[in-house]
């Protein structure tokens, strides 16, 4: 077997070891079955065992509501930038929006293909955003279909740490990048989506949180493919669904249960971000622009004080056997994607590494 | 390793055993990169190199002009039902299609949303569908923005054995179910389309080859992942595509090209619908209902003189290691799908269990 090598890559993003382990095991036949996952029907027995399976676990480790259905979609959060407006805004065409990176304006750029936006908050600053606004300080109008924000910047690194209040407003959520790296109250939500190439599992598989009150008032006109209600009234097979995506799904969140769940991840989580934002606070030849209080446990961009030694960080811990750490090109710099797949051994070598190459280059 | 089952699934289907087999040896690590195809950044030089290979052995062994692009876009057939009137229709609200099945009715209803359908060609007849058009018999108008039809009908087992000719009118083919399945002029269409759960790889990814005139006219208010343009401009990667997918729908390309290409394909692929339509022609414990001149290759569905020997029939398939063979509810019987993975020795199988069979219950 090859070295595997620590992925810090934004998304698509490592997967646990034991989950490729065991897909790579049964990847010519499932328990018996004589063929692949990818090769069954998915209205066959053996595939609704899985999918049923992953949903039941995913219910049991978020603690989803008994009134929240549970979607396994494809078409990424991009295809939720246009679904949430073409569902939720019914009779009213106001939306709001938080603003605060370089996701939440892309999923305000396409929900103005549809609804009247009202920005409620922007905290982009010199073309930089490093924050969120301060809890409380936004004030929703009654007049809005639903309140949209993007719990975690995955370029900018920015993070809310609280959910908003915007009463009886459904909440609609971006958790592409935070999902399942913590507990939270999926109550507080209206709509909750990821794409799943993060946290979740590989890329082509969307999963979309929904409380029932919200399902069925798609506007004319919009996509079969586009309307909550047809998938949801399918159980998420109005078409074929992307079934190997939604069984390695499955296996994540059966490895999530078996590891003590979203509190022992949150945990875990917290300490590997923890540990290499304290390594770059204590230097002055790294530097991350976050506010400390909103700083991603899930995306950690750093800055060389020279830019100029930018090629050669790379290269060398390429070499050391750390991956993809370029940062995004409207951030610069590096970035460090600790999602929950990246052992906490990963974020140990990347921080020797970084104290290393400061020695030898600062 | 287990045994391997003959798979007749009508999809998701068999893949080759080759592409399984070479897909987990490097499920952990694709070639030294220490990361899974699953686990790579879309646009970092690894999965760049896979995703461009993939499309240009796809170029090759369909011998696509240079005036058409290619997408891998997710989705599936249930999405192009809508992007195609979405795109194409422009300033003509008319669109034809023929009526010749179950997922012909579907690209139906969904265009209905959007355009002025005009059937031009309908083969219901009592309730069933066993016919297409003769060749020539169907007159195109020239106010259609487009004509969309289905080579091959998944469910009821006709194919149209030539391609319409609409003279200056864009042709559209959801070949979700036959392509690949022999070479085929794709200068005769505007737009080729493909669910990739039969024969190109898992469910999730979506071939598109559209010729170059036609992307660059959405209709205002579609949403952008429903916008050809915006897929085509961006090398389809304007958001994360289904990487895994287009990864092993590129092992199926190489093979296809390794094995003698589409022409190749055709050959076994006749053949192995051949001898199994003959079995069924030369019993009167089998038949199936579809006129002979329109026969699929891809799927054959037949009966049982008497259905109450279905179960049986399945059960004992099942344990002969023939699998998924149950027809689909609204035809009945059984189907025996043979996309390209599926070896010529699963059709003897098939053939020799059916025989033995009828000779204990015929």
């Not at 934004?10 to 065991?22: F, I, S, T």
């Not at 008032?217 to 209600?229: E, I, L």
């Not at 109005?238 to 945990?267: C, H, Q, S």
Request: aromatic share 10%; with cysteine.
């Amino acid at each position: 077997m090859e070295t595997r090598k620590y992925n810090f890559s934004a998304g698509p993003g490592m997967l646990p070891l034991d989950v490729l382990q065991k897909a790579g095991g049964e990847i010519q036949s499932w328990r018996g079955s004589g063929m692949s996952v990818m090769e069954m029907s998915h209205r066959g027995k053996e595939f609704m065992s899985i999918a049923e399976q992953a949903e039941a676990d995913l219910r049991e480790i978020m603690e989803i509501p008994d009134n929240y259905k549970v979607l396994f979609l494809q078409g990424g959060a991009s295809s939720q930038f246009a679904m949430v407006p073409l569902n939720l805004l019914c009779n009213k065409g106001k939306a709001e929006y938080y603003r605060t990176g370089s996701w939440s304006k892309k999923a305000i750029a396409e929900a103005k293909r549809f609804a009247e936006v009202t920005v409620v908050a922007d905290t982009e600053s010199d073309g930089k955003f490093t924050s969120v606004p301060a809890e409380g300080a936004v004030v929703h109008g009654s007049d809005a279909a639903y309140v949209h924000y993007t719990p975690n910047e995955t370029i900018e690194g920015v993070e809310f740490p609280y959910i908003p209040d915007t009463g009886n407003i459904p909440l609609v959520a971006d958790m592409s990048s935070t999902i399942l790296s913590r507990p939270i109250d999926v109550s507080k939500f209206g709509i909750i989506y990821a794409g799943a190439q993060k946290n979740i599992g590989p890329a082509g598989l969307t999963v979309v949180i929904i409380r029932d009150d919200l399902i069925g008032n798609a506007r004319d006109g919009t996509p079969a493919m586009f309307d909550y209600k047809i998938h949801a009234d399918a159980g998420s097979m109005y078409n074929t669904p992307p079934t190997y995506g939604w069984y390695l799904a499955g296996l994540v969140f059966d490895g999530i249960k078996r590891n003590g769940g979203l509190k022992a991840m949150a945990e875990i989580n917290q300490r590997k971000a923890g540990k290499l934002y304290a390594a770059i606070d204590a230097s002055s030849f790294y530097s991350n622009p976050v506010d400390p209080a909103c700083r991603s446990w899930m995306n950690v961009p750093f800055t060389l004080a020279d830019a100029g030694l930018d090629a050669s960080f790379l290269a060398e811990a390429k070499e050391a056997g750390l991956i993809t750490l370029k940062g995004h090109r409207s951030v610069g710099g590096m970035r460090a994607s600790l999602y929950n797949a990246m052992p906490e051994a990963g974020v140990d070598a990347l921080i020797a590494f970084m104290a290393d190459f400061e020695k030898r280059n600062g």
